[in-house]
Nanobody
Framework: QLQLVESGGGLVQPGGSLRLSCAAS????????IGWFRQAPGKEREGVSC????????YYEDAVKGRFTLSRDNAKNTVYLQINSLKPEDTGVYYC???????????????WGQGTQVTVSS
């Protein structure tokens, strides 16, 4: 069974950058669309970005467009989320997940990682 592990979160100042990783085991990540989601305290989990399994197409929600960049390294079975120009409202637990569909709807994702905390604060 596919297992996902996120890493790379941390405490950063506004304007800073982080690179989150989503490493897979038990399966081949490029068979799936991979989505990144975040959940702020007291809020529902929201999809922010996804990358397709077919042609590498990417999608970004408006709130992160221009600041978040998804990429795949198939040799490492890993997907990366580069986050630049971090804002306090980006704070939350970030999750990666795998789906057969190219979507940011959490309900369409079958496999989830445990999450990594991102805190943006001065």
């Amino acid at each position: 069974q596919l297992q996902l592990v996120e890493s790379g979160g941390g405490l950063v100042q506004p304007g800073g950058s982080l690179r989150l990783s989503c490493a897979a085991s038990g399966g081949t990540l490029d068979h799936y669309a991979i989505g990144w989601f975040r959940q702020a305290p007291g809020k529902e989990r929201e999809g922010v970005s996804c990358i397709s399994n077919s042609d590498g197409s990417t999608y970004y929600e408006d709130a992160v467009k221009g600041r978040f960049t998804l990429s795949r390294d198939n040799a490492k079975n890993t997907v990366y989320l580069q986050i630049n120009s971090l804002k306090p409202e980006d704070t939350g637990v970030y999750y990666c997940a795998a789906s057969w569909l190219f979507t940011v709807l959490p309900a369409e994702y079958n496999y989830w990682g445990q999450g990594t905390q991102v805190t943006v604060s001065s």
